[in-house]
């Protein structure tokens, strides 16, 4: 069975920001919601790395365990997804997950957090794949249709990748040969467990 | 609880916008190219019921390969248009009104030819832009000049108007050599004043990937840029030291025999005089001037010479410089030095600006060409006259009957002499009547998809926006011209299309042709620019000359007919090849050409290069492939091979100009030859060759001129290039600095240099405007403003920033304007990351900008981007600009504060070097 | 000295994450309570579609 997984390879991250703005683009993520961000260390110095982050979808999800209504739940392809018509906007998910993936709207008068949004590795929720209801509270389902995430599909040095986790390690353990260097799989010892 | 993360409330008027279901009706897929920058990317939008509603990877693309920077990511927002321009405005005593289309162009149109009347045709300045289509821009620079004017220009004028000078006047074409996806076989990829990582980021796939293959990646910048994170060696250098610079590496090239001698002694002319110059470029000399030290400069040549081919990469930070022809000129000696030219992973990769700016360059947008760069001698006019079929007699007498220049002692029509530049139009403005080389001086301004504050001199750009009768915007957006000035009346929003929103060519930075298709129909009330031009000749009277050979339907010149018109004509920089129906064919091929070489393997393009990169000579019945790497000898011209052009006569000085024992693959002439005349042709013997139908157009004709295309097929059945087989000029005799020397910039702090190396002196008329070197350099303003300014891109918003500000998703990731400071100076200031600063330069400009506090600039320098607008002097703009049409992200231009200062050559304007004095706000 | 620092940051930390654990570790994770994620394609199909897909659009090429 397929496992999904990401991995930003931090030699070739450029922060572009494409990964950002190809999600905004394709589920129309409003203003101040970021399913995906670029992270940069030591900015402006020799030594200088970029790494895109959104949720990793994690092996024994964190926030699946702390979830108090129970909301989450992992695909046959190890996506990590939840159901917005229970999910309560309690925040636990935030402490818990290890990127600071999850994010909530503003929603209401008072302040009040809205449902909890974060990366889908674009398959949707568990609404009938690509319904109305499925895009209008997840946005698009690619996997669904055969795609993989437009993040990595468009990333600008093709430094994200999205895809089964084999052959997503394969193909950059080769660059990694090609070029030297010790390979650098970002998150994957905190994220994944298979 | 509220560490997390929620949205920001005051940008709740980012509107939450719907998705659109698949089930909602057929989906059709469009191709198209990125509209941002010149690498052209490939964009491939999915369209329902007329609506953009989704964007996909262009895997299948040669360029990217599905890939995207930020922008291009981004390009679907087009189809929300939120903050467009909605209807044609008007500025009435203080007040946007809505008007029409027709009453618009009714009293626009009446009142320049009213101003024609009292001032001259000259009085009327046609700013153009390099977000034509190739199309529109051809017959944008036509319409101009039946208008009657050399006065009308582009961005390319204040982006890499010197490289073009330069590399033209060295070996024969203005452009980038190689390709993007070339510099996978580089293995040395030398970047000095770019940032491509942030401007051209698709390209830094290709670099990466020579990198990866054991490419060497040096940059030479002020700034530790996104691109010089990436470096194998990173050099930081002085702004406005580079041709010492480079003179440094030249210098232990020479001293250590490192230069290629048969390269040079076949295919260049004028080494020996370079290396008189280079010999006092001592590691001394040029870390005192530069900063650099000897070790650095050293392992950058030794690297260079160790790793062959390599090519050299740059952009604005080498261009805009008051010395940007001699810094670009000295770049392609270097490259000429280590014989690194016509070869895969060589070559000079100059890296375009906007997507269509090497087409809008090519077709002319330009003050001093027509199309095709045939310039403006009564040559010129002629074959265009000949082209468009309408009489010559008529064009002259459109234009200003008097003189006002003198050649060689006769005085000379405006017809023929440099219009205006862009960089200077402010000062056709405000400069005294008396010391202008027109009539009068410019009484309306047409600002045609232009960022003002892409342009420095802030302060004197409004006087002089204030100070004409006229202003006409012709915009997606409103602009920051729409707002910058504080006029009461006579200004006219005019709402053009985007480039998807209407279809035709444009021309990527290696000079590969593209064809893009419409997307969706035009937003609101928006009118492709051909669409408004035609209007304008309408009203003009001039539309039926205009479109004599163009199919012209409900007002909208037809786009085929417009390429097959420049077909015919271009054939100076072979875009004669490019029909509709071949770029066509190719785009429904991408699938077909290879990610390296650019050439499609097998299916119904075999064989071509993606683009069909000009050259692509003759007439499309030639089947010519397009030239891939320019200069390349190995292979024959029918295969896209070329040597150098004979540009500059065959002799000089007793020197042979011609190459000397180097041809392209088989050429029956195994040597040197000048370019092809008919004359030519019937002395080689080969004139018989033609048609009796060539014949008679080519008698008396030259390569460029004959419109038969019968001159070009036989001398490349021949083997031989069109434009002859040349050397390589390193030394340019009509410039003003034949071999590039080192000029302190105008606003230096390094005042201990000035005497040594010292700039031009004042000139009293220079694209017709009297224009200022050694008397601003003269004064010392180092004292009062101590830290060298210097600016650039960021990779969310292109140019003035106005579109890409108001898309949301951009704009969301760059809020706010900002300078980056050097943490000493910051402290020696009292300035605190993060807080609000006022940058004062010399001239009077000042702006407020929070302070970035980084180690990215050096001590004593300090970095602005320029594509913000809509502040003014520590004001928002905000309500001067027609309600809902305000980008979501507005700020200070840096422009306010940038000041005087014109290349020698193109009047390219200086931003790379100034001063300023930074205190907190 | 240095002990004594070490155990104030220890402290604070104990603190701190008691509060924490208050909220979340008493949580006994359940069983997933939502809708059921119903999917169009079978694991197997959209498996080979999508690697067919990573080859066409991530790889160099
Ligand atoms: S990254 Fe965070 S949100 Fe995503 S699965 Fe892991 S813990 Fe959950
Ligand atoms: S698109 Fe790719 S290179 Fe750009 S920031 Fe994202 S991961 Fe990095
Ligand atoms: S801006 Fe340039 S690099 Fe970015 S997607 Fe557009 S064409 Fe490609």
């Not at chain 2, 030394?731 to 040594?756: C, G, K, M, N, S």
């Amino acid at each position: 069975m397929a496992r999904m997984k990401f991995l930003c390879d931090a030699e070739r991250c450029i922060e572009c920001n494409a990964c950002v703005t190809a999600c905004k683009n394709e589920h129309e993520v409003p203003w101040g919601i970021n399913r995906r961000r670029v992270v940069t260390i030591d900015d402006g110095i020799p030594g200088e790395k970029s790494i895109s982050v959104a949720c990793m979808h994690c092996t024994d999800a964190p926030c699946q365990a702390v979830c108090p209504v129970d909301c989450f739940y992992t695909t046959d392809d190890g996506v990590v997804l939840h159901d917005k018509d229970i999910c309560i906007g309690c925040g636990y998910c935030f402490y818990a997950c290890p990127f600071g993936a999850p994010q909530y709207p503003q929603e209401g008068a008072f302040g009040a957090r809205g449902k909890m949004d974060k990366c889908t590795f674009c398959a949707g929720g568990p609404e009938p794949d690509n319904s109305q209801a499925e895009l209008d509270k997840y946005g698009r389902n690619r996997l669904a249709e055969g795609k993989l995430p437009l993040c990595a599909e468009m990333c600008s040095t093709k430094a994200l990748l999205a895809g089964d986790g084999d052959i997503v390690a394969d193909l950059f353990r080769s660059r990694v040969v090609r070029r030297g260097g010790r390979p650098d799989t970002w998150g994957w010892n905190t994220a994944y467990k298979d | 609880m509220s560490l997390l993360p929620t949205a920001m409330i005051n940008k709740a008027d980012a509107a939450q916008r719907r998705q659109h279901s698949y089930d909602e009706g057929e989906i059709t897929k469009k191709r198209s190219v990125c509209t941002h920058c010149s690498v052209g990317c490939g964009v491939v939008a999915e369209v329902q019921n007329g609506v953009w509603i989704g964007q996909e990877p262009s895997f299948d693309h040669p360029f990217n390969l599905g890939s995207h920077c930020a922008k291009g990511a981004s390009v679907r927002e087009h189809g929300h248009g939120d903050k467009r321009l909605k209807y044609p405005m008007k500025k009435v005593a203080g007040e946007w009104q809505r008007i029409s289309w027709d009453q618009a162009i009714d009293e626009i149109g009446d009142q320049m030819l009213a101003i024609r009347e009292s001032a001259g045709p000259d009085s009327v300045y046609w700013l153009g832009s390099a977000k034509f289509n190739n199309e529109q821009a051809y017959l944008f620079r036509k319409f101009a000049a039946f208008w009657g004017s050399n006065n009308v220009d582009h961005q390319a004028r204040i982006c890499h108007s010197t490289t073009v000078a330069g590399v033209a006047n060295t070996w024969g074409f203005g452009a980038m050599t190689n390709s993007y996806n070339d510099i996978h076989n580089s293995k040395c990829i030398f970047i000095i004043g770019a940032n491509p990582a942030e401007a051209h980021p698709v390209s830094l796939q290709h670099i990466l990937r020579g990198k990866e293959r054991g490419g060497k990646v040096i940059v030479v910048d002020p700034r530790f840029s996104r691109t010089a994170a990436h470096a194998d060696h990173y050099i930081r250098i002085r702004p406005g030291a580079d041709i010492p610079f480079v003179w440094g590496m030249i210098w232990h090239m020479f001293q250590n025999g490192w230069e290629d001698e048969q390269f040079i002694n076949q295919r260049v002319y004028g080494m020996d005089e370079i290396r008189a110059e280079v010999a006092k470029w001592t590691p001394d000399e040029v870390e005192r001037v530069t900063g650099v030290k000897e070790a650095d400069v050293f392992q950058a040549a030794k690297t260079m010479y160790e790793h062959k081919p390599g090519t050299v990469v740059w952009c604005m930070g080498i261009t805009q410089h008051t010395v940007g022809n001699s810094n670009t000129r000295a770049l392609c000696i270097l490259q000429l030095v280590l014989g690194n030219m016509g070869v895969s992973g060589g070559g000079t990769n100059i890296f375009r600006g906007h997507d269509n700016v090497q087409g809008a360059t090519d077709f002319g947008v330009t003050s001093n060409s027509l199309p095709g760069y045939y310039g403006l001698s009564q040559d010129a006019w002629e074959h265009w006259a000949r082209v468009w079929d309408v009489d010559y007699n008529w064009i002259a007498s459109q234009f200003d009957q008097a003189s006002y220049e003198e050649l060689n002692g006769s005085p000379v029509s405006p017809m023929f002499t440099n219009g205006i530049t862009v960089s200077r139009w402010i000062d056709g403005v405000l400069e005294d009547p008396e010391n202008i080389t027109q009539k009068d001086i410019l009484r309306a301004m047409v600002l045609w998809g232009h960022a003002p504050n892409s342009q420095t001199r802030g302060p004197e750009m409004k006087a002089a926006m204030e100070k004409l009768d006229l202003l006409v915007i012709v915009d997606p957006f409103p602009t920051v011209s729409a707002v910058m000035n504080d006029r009461q009346d006579n200004v006219y929003l005019l709402p053009a299309a985007t480039q998807f929103e209407t279809y035709g060519s444009l021309t990527s930075s290696n000079r590969s042709v593209q064809w893009r298709e419409q997307i969706m129909a035009p937003l609101f009330e928006s009118l492709p620019d051909h669409n408004i031009i035609y209007r304008f000749a309408e009203k003009f009277g001039f539309a039926d000359q205009l479109c004599k050979h163009i199919a012209v339907n409900d007002g909208e010149p037809l786009i085929e007919d417009i390429t097959r018109e420049y077909n015919r004509g271009m054939w100076a920089c072979g875009y004669t090849g490019q029909t509709p129906e071949r770029l066509k064919l190719q785009l429904a091929n991408l699938h077909t050409f290879n990610k390296t070489t650019l050439k499609a393997e097998g299916g119904p393009c075999d064989g071509e290069f993606y683009g069909l990169p000009w050259p692509c000579w003759g007439t499309a019945e030639m089947k010519h492939p397009g030239t891939h790497i320019l200069y390349d000898t190995s292979i024959p011209v029918a295969e896209g091979g070329s040597p150098f052009r004979a540009r500059f006569g065959v002799e000089r000085e007793g020197q042979n100009l011609l190459a000397e024992g180097s041809w392209t693959a088989g050429s029956e002439i195994e040597d040197g030859y000048p370019e092809f005349t008919s004359d030519m042709l019937k002395e080689l013997g080969w004139w018989n060759d033609l048609t009796a139908e060539e014949k008679a157009e080519a008698e008396g004709k030259n390569w460029k001129t004959d419109l038969s295309g019968g001159i070009q097929r036989v001398a490349i059945k021949h083997g031989c290039a069109p434009y002859g087989n040349a050397k390589a000029r390193a030394i340019v005799w009509q410039f003003p600095d034949p071999v590039p020397i080192h000029r302190e910039p105008l606003y230096t702090p390094r005042r201990d240099l000035v005497a040594e190396y010292p700039t031009y002196e004042d000139r009293r008329n220079f694209y017709r405007l009297p224009t200022r070197y050694g008397s601003i350099q003269a004064q010392d303003f180092s004292q009062e403003f101590p830290l060298i300014m210097t600016s650039g891109r960021l990779v969310e918003y292109e140019g003035g920033g106005e579109e890409t500000r108001s898309n949301p998703w951009l704009a969301e990731l760059q809020q706010d304007m900002f300078i980056e400071i050097n943490p000493a100076d910051a402290n020696n200031a009292g300035i605190r990351d993060g807080r609000q600063v006022w940058v004062e330069g010399p001239e009077g400009g000042a702006v407020k900008v929070m302070a970035m506090v980084t180690p990215r600039v050096e001590r004593g320098v300090v970095f602005m981007p320029f594509h913000f607008g809509g502040h003014y002097q520590g004001e928002d703009l905000k309500d001067k600009y027609p309600e809902g049409t305000a980008p979501y992200v507005r700020g200070e231009s840096c422009n306010v504060v940038f000041t005087y200062g014109y290349d020698s050559v193109t009047a390219m304007q200086e931003t790379k070097v100034s001063l300023c004095r930074v205190r907190p706000a | 000295m240095m002990k004594k620092i070490i155990s104030i940051v220890f402290a604070t930390f104990i603190l701190s994450a008691c509060y924490e654990d208050t909220s979340v570790t008493l949580h006994e994770p359940g069983v997933y309570k939502g809708k059921r994620d119903t999917q169009t394609m079978p694991a197997e199909e959209r498996e080979a579609l999508l690697k067919q897909r990573f080859n066409q659009v991530q790889t160099d090429r």
